[in-house]
Every structure is written in structure tokens, then in C-alpha cells.
């Protein structure tokens, strides 16, 4: 049976996580106990991972769903993205209008997508941005700005997506870090919603992604499959994934390639 202290914390965690931050002496007149017991409760919490210490209260951690590095994840399964990417070239067309997320996988298909003849890329990556200046100086490359977040290179957040509502592009170009049954998620609320505005801004569009994928955790909502006009993945594939996958009415396109390694574990609890 639980005691009254570990009731008393569940509290005040569910009091922290729905307001995101709480006062000690609010706390304490809550719960009605003293402000000594309130600041062993939140140490017992912080001490645990859920909450994190602030001047005068807590305020709330949100869980670790968060993708490998960016760096990381650049230099994980190039082979089977370089395979990928070779293939959705052939889905881009002379005189397209190509707007790219900024997936490390999406990266590279630059290259290639760049030998299609597209004559504008949109993009949120600040490594695309670069790629296709440096490269491309003759195709009209336009940056869909925000808030820079160093962890994934790219400009993310409400700001982008208000960018993004402005433009038109023929072909969105999009992968993601989880695909279940349900659609494709993020660990991470201002990629996704960045990534959806990205899928909406295009006439046809076109998922990417490594079959690893399918065991990963994502807690926020990008699209759903069925939005997707094609989609490409490895054949490394169970049966239960590919009949998802054929399921969608996106046309299915499978690329031989070696297993992907995953590049973001589910957390334990979920598993």
C-alpha cells in the first residue's frame, strides 16, 4: 500500500507536469503541510529525473523521446539513405518546385534531387540551404526561417510553419523518426508540427524513410500515411509492415539495401 508521502508526491507531480511549474509555498498550502516537507518532496522527484529544481518550486521535465544527434545520425546508415535518396530522384521531374524537410535522410537526396532539374527548393535544413547555394546558384532556393535549433541544423516552430503558409511547391519531400499504423510521429512537438506544414505544402508528396523506423517511439503528430502520394523504403520489411504499408493507397516503392541500423531506441517503460 502506498504511503501517504508517495501519494503526496504523485500529486505534486501531476500538479507540476499540468501546469509545467509550481511554488514551493503554493505547494505547501495545497497539500497542507509544512515548506520543509514540500522541499524534500521535490528533491525526492528531481533526484528521480521528473521534475528539475528551480528558485522557489520545480517546474516539469519532459520525457527523453528525443532523436540521436544531428551529427550522429548524418554518419548512420549512408549506404541505405544514399540508396534511398538515388530512388526519389527518379519521382522528381524537370521544373518541379521541391520542398525538402530536414531529415538527415532528406539531406541526401539533395544531390540527386538537384539532377532532376528542379527550378526551386524550399527548405527549413540550414545544411540544405547551404548545399543547394553552393551547388545550385540557378535554382531559386528559398528558406523557410524560425527559430534555429542547433540539435537538428534547421529552423523549427510556429514561425516556420507561418513561412511555409505562403508558399506553393509541386513535390514535399519528408521523413520522419516514427511510423506506425496510426501515421508518422516525432519525439519532438516543433518538428512535427514543422514537418506537417511541409507535407500540406506540397501538390505531391513523398515519404522517405528507413524501415528502422517502425520501432521507434514518437509522442507527436506529423501525417498520416494515407496523405502520402508515394512512399519509399527499404525491403527490409516484416510482412505486418508491409501490408500497413500497401494498405496506405500511396504507391510503395522498395529499395534493396542492408538492415538500417536504428538511430532512436523506444524508452523502456513503452516498450
Do not use: W
Not at 544531428?70 to 535518396?85: H, P
Not at 527559430?147 to 529552423?155: G, H, I, L, N, P
Amino acid at each position: 500500500m502506498a504511503s501517504q508521502a508517495e501519494i503526496r508526491r504523485a500529486d505534486i507531480l501531476g500538479t507540476v507536469r499540468h501546469s509545467g511549474h509550481a511554488r514551493v509555498d503554493e505547494l505547501a498550502e495545497r497539500f497542507e503541510v509544512s515548506v520543509m516537507t514540500i522541499h524534500r518532496d521535490l528533491d525526492f522527484l528531481a533526484e528521480e529525473g521528473q521534475i528539475e529544481r528551480v528558485r522557489g518550486g520545480a517546474k516539469f521535465v519532459e520525457p527523453e523521446f528525443s532523436e540521436t544527434n544531428v551529427e550522429t545520425r548524418r554518419e548512420t546508415n549512408v549506404d541505405v539513405k544514399k540508396a534511398l535518396a538515388s530512388y526519389v530522384a527518379t519521382l522528381v521531374s524537370t521544373g518541379d518546385i521541391v520542398a525538402l524537410d530536414d531529415s538527415t535522410t532528406v539531406e541526401y537526396c539533395v544531390p540527386d534531387v538537384l539532377s532532376a532539374g528542379p527550378v526551386g527548393i524550399i527548405t527549413h535544413s540550414l545544411k540544405v540551404l547551404n548545399v543547394v547555394s553552393a551547388h545550385a546558384p540557378e535554382v531559386a532556393l528559398t528558406g523557410a526561417g524560425g527559430r534555429y535549433c542547433v540539435e537538428t541544423d534547421s529552423f523549427l516552430g510556429q514561425a516556420t510553419c507561418n513561412a511555409v503558409e505562403r508558399l506553393n511547391a509541386t513535390v514535399s519531400i519528408v521523413s520522419t523518426t516514427c511510423v506506425n499504423a496510426a501515421g508518422i510521429y516525432h519525439p519532438d512537438e516543433d518538428a512535427a508540427i514543422t514537418k506537417s506544414a511541409f507535407v500540406r505544402l506540397g501538390t505531391r508528396k513523398i515519404l522517405v524513410s528507413d524501415s528502422s523506423k517502425f520501432d521507434n517511439v514518437g509522442m507527436h503528430f506529423v501525417a498520416r500515411l494515407s496523405e502520402f502520394d508515394d512512399i519509399v523504403m527499404d525491403n527490409n520489411l516484416d510482412g505486418d509492415e508491409r501490408e500497413l504499408l500497401e494498405k496506405t493507397g500511396a504507391r510503395l516503392h522498395l529499395v534493396d539495401t542492408a538492415q538500417p541500423t536504428p538511430t532512436l531506441q523506444p524508452p523502456a517503460v513503452l516498450k
